[in-house]
């Protein structure tokens, strides 16, 4: 039996943080990898493909820290309302 792959859609995938990381809030997911049952996604700033950074993909789930897609900070201000 084939075991179904965590987070299948994860490389290429848009990020937006919460708040600024690394001086970056715009990222894309470049790349990931297994570690037993986790899996790691790496994330590279929009703007900065020097800022490059691995999180656990869990974390890209949590609403507080990140948002799926590009989202501008009046986009993002207005989904707090």
């Known amino acids: 039996m ?5 987070h299948p859609h994860l490389i290429g995938s848009k ?4 708040s600024s990381t690394f001086g970056w809030r715009h990222f894309r ?3 990931r990898k297994n570690e037993g049952s986790l899996v790691f996604a790496e994330l590279v700033a929009a703007c900065d493909e020097t800022v490059r950074f691995w999180v656990n993909a869990k974390a890209l789930k ?3 820290l990140w948002k799926p897609g590009w989202q501008s900070l009046l986009e993002q201000a207005q989904s707090i309302e």
């Open 2 to 6: 084939v075991k179904k792959q965590k």
């Open 15 to 18: 990020w937006t943080a919460q």
């Open 29 to 31: 997911v470049v790349n």
């Open 62 to 64: 949590n609403r507080g």
